[in-house]
């Protein structure tokens, strides 16, 4: 968004359009956002840098009635909704509504992730989920750290190029491993011999994934002793 009116265009569509909010820069510090958006039925996951502004979720932007967690890796911000204000600081969290007005101001640069959740979803597990929104959630929190470690784990930008390049991050094999139909996954399959050998070939060649080259040189031993 270069040129005249690159913010106002910016404000309108990454905004108003994509994240649902009216975004105002704080008085003296120009417009910073850097952020990865990641988006699955039911749940979506944003996570980034911003510049010290005050986001607000007018009524003319309501549009579902999800719930958003906010969480504060850095800095310091305040979430206001149902006349309710949490101030919340590094490492702490606040639950919002979709469904309803509300405004977070970001007091200073700040780091977040959010994690955007379908209403209906929580629903049968959470009696009165807006009895909990705008309420601080402590960075003790055990629930919010496993949260937080898992979103920090994929460490995988939009492109699938590690976000931070000092840490290599979670395959996305084993990340997966964390979604609800590995709890428990039954697999028949059938081969020939020759198709078999071929796949353990691949499998078991230097280049393949660690944790594949264990699976296949146990087959090839089972292998062995039958053929």
């Not at 309420?135 to 496993?146: E, F, G, K, M």
């Amino acid at each position: 968004f270069q040129g005249d009116g690159g913010l106002d265009a910016f404000r309108e569509v990454f905004g108003r359009e994509i994240l649902g909010i009216e975004i105002d820069p704080l008085e003296g510090h120009p417009l910073h956002i850097d952020l990865m958006l990641r988006s699955l039925p039911g749940f979506a996951m944003a996570s980034g840098t911003l510049s010290p502004m005050r986001n607000r979720h007018t009524s003319a932007l309501l549009d579902n009635d999800d719930v958003v967690l906010v969480v504060l890796q850095s800095g310091v911000g305040d979430v206001s909704q149902y006349g309710r204000v949490a101030t919340i600081s590094e490492g702490e969290a606040v639950l919002t509504a979709n469904g309803a007005e509300a405004t977070f101001t970001g007091r200073t640069s700040t780091r977040v992730i959010n994690f955007r959740l379908s209403r209906s979803l929580l629903a049968p597990y959470v009696a009165d989920i807006d009895a909990l929104v705008a309420r601080p959630i402590s960075r003790d929190n055990r629930a919010l750290q496993l949260m937080v470690g898992y979103a920090e784990m994929l460490n995988e930008d939009a492109a699938g190029n590690p976000a931070d390049p000092a840490w290599p991050g979670l395959a996305r094999e084993l990340a997966r491993m964390n979604l609800s139909l590995n709890f428990y996954t039954q697999w028949y399959w059938k081969t020939d011999l020759h198709n078999l050998m071929h796949f353990l070939t691949l499998r078991a060649d230097p280049h393949a994934q660690y944790e594949i080259r264990a699976y296949a040189d146990t087959m090839i031993g089972t292998l062995e002793r039958w053929v």
